[in-house]
């Protein structure tokens, strides 16, 4: 059963790191591209970074730099290392999943919240 869960969230100060998991059961196959988006209060859902199918990766340019995407396959999980971190990344972080000839994520994670205080 497909599943999405997502750890690692926490409180940090600005310049400070986190990692973030998603355990990502059902998803092994190469078909699923798997990406994370973040969500602000009173804003948007804003993607952060895709891993396709074949492995490549991309970056929205807000966070390009700042943070790295991977996929470890035998875990199945997907990470995303963020480092230093400013304030107005403070976000729920959800996973997300697709198939990757489908145009949209339409697997979701809960989300895990991540605080960047001045």
């Known amino acids: 059963q497909e599943q999405l869960v997502e750890s690692g969230g926490g409180s940090v100060q600005a310049g400070g790191s986190l990692r973030l998991s998603c355990e990502a059961s059902?998803?092994?196959?190469?078909?699923?591209?798997l990406a994370w988006f973040r969500q602000a209060p009173g804003k948007e859902r804003e993607w952060v970074a895709s891993?396709?199918?074949?492995?490549?990766?991309d970056y929205a340019g807000s966070m390009r730099g700042r943070v790295t995407i991977s996929r470890d396959n035998a875990k199945v999980t997907l990470y995303l290392q963020m480092n230093s971190l400013k304030p107005e990344d403070t976000a729920m972080y959800y996973c997300?999943?697709?198939?990757?000839?489908?145009?949209?994520?339409?697997?979701w994670g809960q989300g895990t919240q991540v605080t960047v205080s001045s």
């Open positions: 997300a999943a697709r198939f990757c000839w489908d145009s949209e994520y339409n697997h």
């Open positions: 059902g998803y092994s196959s190469s078909s699923y591209c």
């Open positions: 891993i396709y199918g074949g492995g490549s990766i």
